[in-house]
């Protein structure tokens, strides 16, 4: 049915028809479909990879450091490798603009267990840095190209509240990460804990590769503006 041009509400598509009403929950669903994205798959991938690398890698990684690779210095030099990683994969974003955004930045968050994996037992120092250098390499990608995707797909008027429930849906579980990661460890063993982490990591994002619309949705041309 058409609408009223004088009615300027946001309108939601739902399965029993057309909606007028601001609901949040229609409004996820709605960017959800338009993003490229069931909120039900990616929405469960980007929790639990959080957790896993701030409660895991932040909480764990310094005690395998303090007590098998030297200490702080180690712990130091492997941190500041992941960072670089983070401004490198920023200045590539400047000329890399791949066709099918969506895909590229989820394959882009298998290389965040690697790291994790390399402390059971622990590389050398400089193996572990190299893998955490591409592990930012790969954050970095996924959240530029998930903001362009978000920014392509999302309509203006929606896209803040959008954001907002993304970034609620991505760190909520954050600090519940941090304080199980501990006593997870004591209970099963730190190496078991960092695998069972990595683990968590690479099915999380492999299950969102199943959903079609994450490997089918392409970048648009982007039109002139005006002048």
Known sequence: PERSQRDARPLYRLRGGWSCLPCPRDAARRAARRAGVRRACAGARVPAVNAAIVGVWSVLGPIVAQDE?????AWGFIVAAQAAGFVFGGVVTLRYRPSRMLLVATVAIFPTALPILLL????PVVVIAAAAFVSGVGVELFGVLWDV???QEISSEQLSRVYSYDALGSYVVIPL??????PVADTIGTSETLVASALVIVAATALVLLVDEVRSLRRRAVEP???
């Open 69 to 73: 690779l030297g200490g702080a210095a």
């Open 149 to 151: 995707t978000m920014q």
């Open 225 to 227: 503006a005006s002048a």
């Open 120 to 123: 059971v037992p622990p590389a």
């Open 177 to 182: 990460g941090a304080a199980v990661a501990g």
